[in-house]
């Protein structure tokens, strides 16, 4: 199985910027698709951003309209590793953060994905 592990979160100021790192252990993320989700204080977890993984191509990417323009999602093959840059962040944007994993095809919703990271804490300041 896929292990996911976020690393990056932390304090920063509004209208800064913040990148988070899932990287990926036990098997390739090749053919995958990772998503990013939130969770902040007294909301539901919400989609955030995917990307699917590909060997060959750049691969397809979707993001939430709240946060399309400002968030930005890549892959490092080499380190089979798939970050989320976080740029201009607001207080709303205070949350925990997940990456999640699944083999089959890209989706926004939270119950399509098998295989979570433990999450980030990502804290926006006024």
């Known amino acids: 199985q896929v292990q996911l592990v976020e690393s990056g979160g932390g304090l920063v100021q509004a209208g800064g910027s913040l990148r988070l790192s899932c990287a990926a252990s036990?098997?390739?993320?090749?053919?995958?698709?990772v998503g990013w989700f939130r969770q902040g204080p007294g909301k539901e977890r919400e989609f955030v951003a995917f990307?699917?993984?590909?060997?060959?191509?750049?691969?397809?990417?979707s993001y939430a309209d709240s946060v399309k323009g400002r968030f930005s999602v890549s892959r490092d093959n080499a380190r089979n590793t798939v970050y989320l840059q976080m740029n201009s962040l607001k207080p709303e944007d205070t949350a925990v953060y997940y990456c999640?994993?699944?083999?089959?095809?890209?989706?926004?919703?939270?119950?399509?994905?098998?295989?979570w990271g433990q999450g980030t804490q990502v804290t926006v300041s006024s």
């Open positions: 990307i699917r993984w590909s060997s060959s191509w750049t691969g397809s990417t």
């Open positions: 036990g098997r390739s993320l090749n053919g995958y698709t």
């Open positions: 999640a994993a699944d083999p089959s095809a890209p989706s926004t919703f939270a119950q399509r994905y098998d295989t």
